[in-house]
């Protein structure tokens, strides 16, 4: 079944607009707008159009029962994970089987060499608690990595009980790695063909790397294609609260598999900020959302670069969402937000303000998507390919932020990260960093209670290592 929802008039502008608002089942409010609309009738004029969705609140989550879980858990067992790393895995596998209702059910699997199944479907009244406490306790490291052989049982598990469950339920696995794949399939891009395919079906993963070896490529290609979401455990004691956390952001969902399709003018190129996946098919672009918690929000920023046209005339831009609402069967699909752009004279693009609040949104999202790229590209050891990424980007970024409340002290570091980044950095520091311009970029909230180190703490350690001379750190294999 299909339903649209409805045109939302508050907030409205010339160049944007929103739609949905409502409490769970309704829809998602989904709002659209351009940081400015005119645009050159030369063409080469960048805009950013700027789309938020807010995911509907769920009320009534204290005074009725939550719809029952279909949980898959999958642990990395490799030999890497000896010692305390594994011991904390089983520690949150005990906590998460303490957190499960009498109508759950749980599959957890181990992958090392070989995948594991050491529990399938188990209901967790107290008998299957016993049974799965017991499978849990005996794990043991073992060889190698088969990341896809354990995450694709897992997931094998929930999609059985999914085919044979009387009602809805949520379907979701959590899988936890601490290396990079290395037997098996191996591919960012065949793993996220699975994760979408798997999605489609009904089964969300969400991702836990471990220390500081993991292959975030890998894990953040199964979350985002899986419609999840990905974490960073660097200590083994935290890996407890982090699946803890996502189990808890699982159950407050309001919002599955929320997909955008925007749909572009002839000629209008598009770029997304961030990570966020996003499939172009002719004039029509698709991005994956994924999931959304009980009043979360999610912010993305698409750069859009613009042909020639005659003055005055106009240029449709099209937003549409869709998504599942746990509990319901089919998707939602919402009205299509009509945002316009218009070709004008070089007077008329500099004479039009731009509204603070998006501009600053967009700086945000930018940089963000910066400092995400060079980290991974001076991560592979592509130092000089880094520096002319953010050389080129910084020289646009500038004018951007140009009066700007922020935009003195965002444009400041990246010229700093520009002096450092050809330098490989230290790949703990690089990988934290790298975590969190990701959950920048994607508006989420980091579930570790442990303080981190910020940008700015980072560049003053790069900075002073390169001013003593230090020599670049060397790279990291796999």
């Not at 929802?5 to 409010?29: D, E, K, T, V």
């Not at 990341?147 to 936890?176: D, H, M, P, S």
């Not at 693009?349 to 940089?367: N, Y």
């Not at 230290?426 to 910020?454: G, I, Q, T």
Request: net charge negative; with cysteine.
């Amino acid at each position: 079944m299909t339903t649209p929802s409805s045109p939302h008039s508050n907030g409205q502008h010339s160049n944007g607009q929103h739609a949905g608002s409502g409490p769970l089942g309704a829809a998602p409010r989904i709002g659209a707008l351009l940081d400015r609309n005119i645009v050159h009738t030369a063409g080469r004029s960048v805009r950013h159009l700027v789309i938020t969705i807010d995911a509907p609140l769920d009320q009534t989550a204290a005074s009725r029962p939550r719809l029952p879980l279909n949980l898959g858990l999958v642990i990395d067992a490799s030999g890497s994970m000896s010692g305390r790393p594994l011991e904390a895995a089983k520690a949150a596998a005990l906590g998460v089987v303490d957190a499960l209702q009498e109508s759950d059910h749980l599959s957890l699997v181990s992958f090392a060499t070989s995948a594991q199944s050491h529990a399938c479907n188990v209901r967790m009244d107290a008998a299957g608690k016993a049974a799965v406490r017991e499978a849990i306790r005996p794990l043991i490291h073992r060889d190698s990595t088969d990341l896809a052989a354990g995450w694709l049982l897992g997931c094998e598990g929930i999609a059985e009980r999914l085919a044979a469950a009387q009602g809805v339920e949520r379907n979701q696995c959590i899988l936890l790695s601490d290396g990079h794949a290395n037997r098996g399939e191996c591919d960012p891009a065949v793993l996220a063909q699975h994760a979408h395919q798997l999605r489609v079906r009904g089964v969300l993963t969400s991702t836990v790397g471990i220390g500081i070896g993991y292959s975030p490529t890998q894990l953040q290609a199964i979350a985002e294609a899986a419609g999840g979401r990905m974490h960073d455990a660097e200590q083994p004691e935290e890996i407890v609260e982090i699946v803890l956390a996502e189990l808890a952001e699982t159950l407050s969902t309001t919002v599955e598999n929320l997909e955008l399709c925007l749909q572009l003018p002839e000629g209008v190129v598009a770029e997304v900020y961030g990570t966020t996946p996003a499939t172009a098919t002719g004039r029509q672009l698709d991005l994956i959302v994924g999931a959304l918690r009980s009043g979360a929000s999610r912010r993305v920023v698409v750069k859009l670069t613009f042909p020639a046209g005659s003055a005055g005339a106009r240029l449709p831009i099209g937003v549409a969402a869709r998504w599942k609402t746990p509990g319901e069967e089919g998707l939602h699909t919402s009205q299509a937000l009509a945002v316009e752009a218009l070709f004008g004279s070089a007077a008329d693009c500099q004479a039009q303000p731009r509204p603070t609040d998006t501009t600053q949104r967009v700086a945000e999202q930018w940089q963000a998507h910066i400092q995400h790229r060079g980290l991974a590209l001076n991560q592979d050891g592509a130092g000089e390919a880094a520096s002319e990424f953010v050389r080129q980007e910084l020289e646009h970024f500038r004018s951007y932020c140009h009066g700007l409340p922020e935009g003195d002290r965002l444009t400041d570091l990246l010229e700093r990260f520009l002096h450092t980044i050809h330098r490989r950095y230290d790949p703990v520091a690089a990988k934290e960093m790298l975590f969190s311009s990701y959950k920048l970029s994607r508006s989420e909230a980091d579930l570790r209670r442990r303080k981190r180190s910020s940008t700015e703490e980072f560049l003053r350690t790069e900075e002073a290592k390169a001013n003593q001379g230090q020599p670049p750190q060397e790279p990291r294999r796999p």
